[in-house]
Each structure stands twice: as C-alpha cells, then as structure tokens.
C-alpha cells in the first residue's frame, strides 16, 4: 500500500461519520423549521377565527 492509499483510507472513514453527522443536524434543523412554520399557520387560523361568544360568570347576583 502506498502513502497515498493509506492516507485516503485513513481519511474517508471521518468522511463518512462528518457527512452522517451533517445529514442528521440537517434533518433536525429542517423539522424544527417546519414545526416553527406549522405553529404559526395554526397560530394565525386561531387569530383570525372569530371568538365565540362566552356567557360571563352567574346572573343570579
């Protein structure tokens, strides 16, 4: 084996756990985004729904 196989096979294997690594901080980052965005549509539809109309405390006093 020469030097240069031997560094490629010493240097592809923190390849492939650094490109795990990003693919899953990725992952986070985008359903985190997406979780962020869904609760503000939520948000937003609660907004502007109207608010029901709630009887206020008793009428006997």
């Known amino acids: 084996m020469n ?4 560094a490629l096979a010493a240097i592809v294997p923190s390849i492939g756990v650094g490109a795990l690594f990003w693919l899953t901080i990725r992952s986070l980052v985008n359903a985190d985004r997406n979780e962020r965005a869904a609760l503000a549509r939520l948000d937003a539809q609660e907004a502007a ?13």
Do not use: C, F, K
């Open 3 to 6: 030097s240069v196989t031997a």
């Open 49 to 61: 729904a109207p608010s029901p109309i709630v009887a206020s405390g008793d009428s006997e006093s």
